[in-house]
């Protein structure tokens, strides 16, 4: 996004790794091919299917000529990548992953383009034969702990939904306080075993979640108010935050990067550097051009003494064992012990 008023998606180019190979996608869908009983792909299959439906315009980002199709280092795994945009969607990107061990990882999110105060669809799901690890929402732009427009315009009418599914998929035990702040009274975060049952939940809640943020999006009126723009920008800018001095991007959906098994997935397969570059340049492409503000500007309880970002920093704060909210939505979490 160059200007307030671009839908334009910038794209930054990831050369070709002499190690990785790679392949382009078609114009409307992703490589398709299942590895296994249960597979992400048909999860963005759908979610591209409903978003056609819902717009017209939907069409490739320039980043799909670059980022398609990696294999892994040692040639077993592979990793697909599909990115869309459209009058408005900022970006609509996903990341699968698949290996011939059964462990999946889907880290799909559509960003609203800034002159629509939408919250971000995120889908953060990592599969294994034991475990699945889930984080689902619609993520606020803006404060729905403290404040209560933002609450009442995008997720009143939702919480019976997010109720619905907090019971099919339980709360998944300690989430800290800094990252509760990136989440709305419908998140699902959960942990479960693997079972057909469980997967069939899990993609029930996700064409639900989703089928829920196209409505919205569809009913959503363009903002013409620059100073309002301005702060859609800004709150996508600190959901997504980047530094160049950080480890990478603080990713919105968890915000505790050390616990994210995603990202760890991605240095394992294809190296340290080039798990920086899938994250910086397709999964946030554009971040640089949201703001400028440093993580300090935006959290200035995480400085240190001599003025660096504390590392553990997810250690300060209230820690929640159990869902912060009520079933009509009210944020209890400050009464917890």
């Not at 970006?91 to 061990?101: A, K, N, Q, Y």
């Not at 971000?120 to 606020?140: E, G, R, Y």
């Not at 997010?162 to 800094?178: A, N, Q």
């Not at 723009?229 to 915000?255: P, W």
Request: charged share 25%; hydrophobic share 35%; aromatic share 12%.
């Amino acid at each position: 996004m160059e200007t307030l008023s671009s839908s334009s998606i910038i794209s930054t180019a990831i050369k070709p790794y002499p190690l990785l190979s790679r392949t382009k996608n078609t114009r409307f869908s992703c490589s398709m091919k299942v590895a296994s009983s249960f597979s992400y792909q048909k999860f963005i299959q759908y979610a591209l299917d409903e978003t056609k439906l819902s717009t017209s315009d939907l069409i490739p980002s320039s980043l799909q000529e670059d980022f398609s199709t990696l294999k892994s280092l040692d040639g077993k795994t592979e990793l697909k990548m599909c990115s869309f945009k459209a009058s408005k969607i900022r970006l609509l990107r996903s990341l699968s992953i698949e290996t011939s061990e059964g462990m999946q990882v889907l880290d799909f999110a559509v960003f609203p383009e800034a002159e629509f105060d939408l919250p971000i669809f995120c889908a953060n799901f990592f599969t294994s034969a034991n475990i699945n690890i889930v984080v689902l929402d619609l993520n606020p732009l803006h404060d729905v702990i403290n404040e209560t427009h933002y609450k009442e315009k995008y997720y009143k009418n939702l919480i019976p939904l997010g109720v619905k599914y907090s019971e099919l998929l339980p709360w998944g035990g300690k989430l800290t306080s800094e990252s509760l702040k990136f989440f709305s009274p419908i998140v699902i975060w959960t942990k479960f075993s693997s079972s057909q049952e469980n997967h069939n939940i899990l993609f029930s809640a996700f064409k639900d979640y989703y089928k829920a943020w196209l409505n919205l999006m569809d009913h959503a009126i363009e903002e013409t108010d620059h100073s309002q723009i301005s702060l859609n920008l800004e709150a996508q800018h600190r959901a997504i935050f980047d530094d160049d001095d950080e480890e990478g991007i603080h990713v919105f959906c968890t915000n505790e990067r050390s616990r994210d098994p995603g990202f760890h997935v991605l240095k394992r397969l294809i190296g340290e550097t080039h798990a920086k570059d899938v994250v910086k340049k397709f999964l946030f492409s554009g971040v640089k051009d949201l703001g400028n503000k440093t993580f300090l500007d935006y959290f200035p309880e995480y400085e240190s003494k001599n003025g660096s970002i504390i590392e553990k920093r997810s250690i300060i704060g209230k820690s929640f064992e159990k869902r912060p909210w009520n079933t009509r939505g009210v944020f209890i979490g400050d009464t917890f012990g």
